[in-house]
């Protein structure tokens, strides 16, 4: 059995490209019998492939005998050679002032607690989490987001592989686990949480899962799984064939709503005669697109409001109506109109056809946003600091020790353009020579354009990258005093390249940006991801 198991998880990380030669990865151990069974089976794996473990153990704070879980992992990674790092956390208390519930807050605290360490431990290896969902807690998540109403994603369910992180034993079932662990001789904890109905994930194990397995088809968790598969693969197609008809069909006037219910504000104008041509599940999807990035939260926009949009788009004469946060949809001429206009600041307005007034210029005025002094009691090495920007999931700084510092960061002294990282970037921390300031454009801006430092304003090169002029003065920039670092989306300053005899690197990242975030999108409507 062990060796059998062994086999199946050595292949599925194979078959997935979870671990290369040379990896950092981080086990999230709970001390449960799916992560002893985890980290046993990637230390076995370490003799075929040369990689780095280390361990981290979070506390939640929520049961006594929690420390002696993080007792017996301890020991484990003692008698087996492996890192240990311990960490706790209160989770009650992060759900009662987030308004979260605790589960959702155990896992984010979980993650923060994994993304730290490994930012402290992998040196230059690319780094990996390895965390411990088995093929139950799969099919779990599947019915959880069913009876929930989700779409293919969630119905997609815990995947393989998401980013960094890794789930090495998703191909495995609880009773696989538990026979390879007492093949090996080797004990685990148990969370009394677990035995409980608090969750309801718990409820769907115990009554719904369970149920299923034993009077209806006992692979139904298999089954499930490769369900899950295929949906992945589906939901992945339909993705990028959801790109390809949005890039086609749509045009987008979109910048940032000064609204505190974030979203983005302005028009998207979408082609009726091309999209109505279309699969009715493409045509869904574009408009989910579009809306969804008009709103805070995808969930605002449900299937009524997209077949009241689709019933517009069929009827003869010129039609409309009204969904959440003030978006007005309405077709003219051939062309359907989706706008937040309460959001947008006019100057010189002009009738347009059926009596609606358009503005002369539509774009907003921001004032400077966020100013972030340089000194250690904002930026402490190795915690990330958020700053809030309305209408964006906002900036995230985190400033490294260079010998600290992630892979990538040490990566780009070489590739400081790295089209890659569109939506992170590094600088030379101690470059800086005032204060970092999220702002809009100022005359006299400029950036550092060459290794010979000459320079370019920002004027013109906004101008020679075809940005709208509209839409120049609703960009968020990253600047020191009048020099700009960064112009999200687009390029950096070479003033602030990271070289190898940096000392200090600060990372940034625009929240969002690496996972389906628009901010190209809304400065040139190419909706880059």
């Avoid at 978006?327 to 003219?332: A, G, L, S």
């Avoid at 990566?411 to 890659?420: A, M």
């Avoid at 921390?429 to 454009?441: A, E, F, H, P, V």
């Avoid at 020679?464 to 005093?481: Q, S, V």
Wanted: aromatic share 8%.
């Amino acid at each position: 059995m062990k060796d059998k198991i062994f086999g199946c998880v050595n292949k599925y990380i194979a078959v997935h490209g979870m671990i290369e030669p040379g990896d950092c990865v981080l086990a999230g151990i709970s001390g449960g019998a799916d992560s002893v069974c985890m980290l046993h089976l990637l230390v076995r794996m370490q003799e075929e492939i040369p990689f780095r473990l280390a361990v981290v153990h979070v506390n939640h704070g929520l049961r006594a005998e929690a420390g002696e879980d993080a007792v017996f992992v301890e020991r484990l990674c003692v008698q087996w050679g492996i890192p240990f790092f311990l960490r706790k956390v209160d989770m009650p208390g992060y759900a009662r002032e987030h308004k979260v519930s605790e589960e959702e807050a155990g896992r984010i605290l979980r993650y923060q607690a994994f993304v730290q360490i490994l930012g402290e431990i992998r040196a230059d290896a690319p780094g990996k989490i390895a965390v411990a969902h088995n093929a139950e807690d799969r099919a779990e998540t599947m019915l959880f987001h069913m009876f929930r109403g989700s779409g293919l994603k969630g119905l997609a369910s815990i995947r393989p592989v998401r980013e960094s992180v890794i789930r090495p034993v998703l191909c495995l079932n609880r009773a696989q686990i538990e026979a390879y662990l007492n093949a090996k001789g080797l004990t685990w904890c148990e969370d009394s949480t677990n035995r409980e109905d608090t969750y309801a994930r718990n409820r769907i194990r115990h009554h719904i899962l369970s149920y299923a397995q034993r009077e209806i088809c006992q692979g139904a968790v298999s089954h499930m799984g490769e369900l899950a598969d295929i949906l992945s693969e589906t939901e992945d197609y339909l993705e990028r064939e959801t790109d390809r008809l949005y890039d086609r069909y749509v045009t987008e006037n979109l910048t940032y709503s000064v609204s505190q219910e974030n979203g983005l504000a302005g028009e998207v104008k979408i082609q009726l005669t091309g999209l109505g041509a279309e699969d009715i599940v493409m045509r869904k999807r574009v408009l989910f697109r579009a809306l969804e990035k008009m709103t805070p939260h995808r969930k605002d926009i449900t299937g009524r409001h997209i077949k009241a949009i689709l019933t517009l788009m069929d009827k003869d004469g010129s039609k409309e109506l009204s969904l959440p946060y003030g978006i007005e949809v309405y077709k003219e001429y051939g062309i359907l109109f989706l706008r937040r206009p309460e959001e947008w600041k006019r100057s010189g307005s002009t009738a347009a056809p059926g009596g609606r007034q358009k503005s002369a210029v539509d774009r907003l005025q921001l004032d400077v946003l966020a100013e972030i002094p340089l000194n250690k009691t904002d930026l402490t090495p190795g915690v990330p600091l958020t700053v809030a920007v309305p209408g964006t999931g906002g900036f995230l700084f985190t400033l490294w020790e260079a010998d600290f510092a992630p892979p990538i960061s040490l990566f780009y002294r070489k590739e400081q353009n790295n089209p890659e990282n569109r939506y992170t970037k590094w600088f030379d921390y101690d470059k800086i020579t005032t204060s970092l300031l999220l702002r809009t454009r100022r005359t006299g801006d400029y950036l550092t354009i060459d290794e010979a430092l000459h320079t370019q304003s920002v004027k013109q090169y906004m101008i020679n990258e075809k940005i709208p002029k509209g839409k120049r003065d609703g960009m968020y920039l990253l600047a020191d005093g009048a020099h700009i670092l960064w112009v999200p989306g687009y390029r950096t300053s070479r003033r602030y390249k990271v070289e190898k005899n940096t000392r200090r690197i600060l990372e940034v990242r625009l929240i969002g940006g690496n996972d389906g975030g628009t901010y190209r999108s809304v400065v040139d409507g190419r909706g880059s991801r």
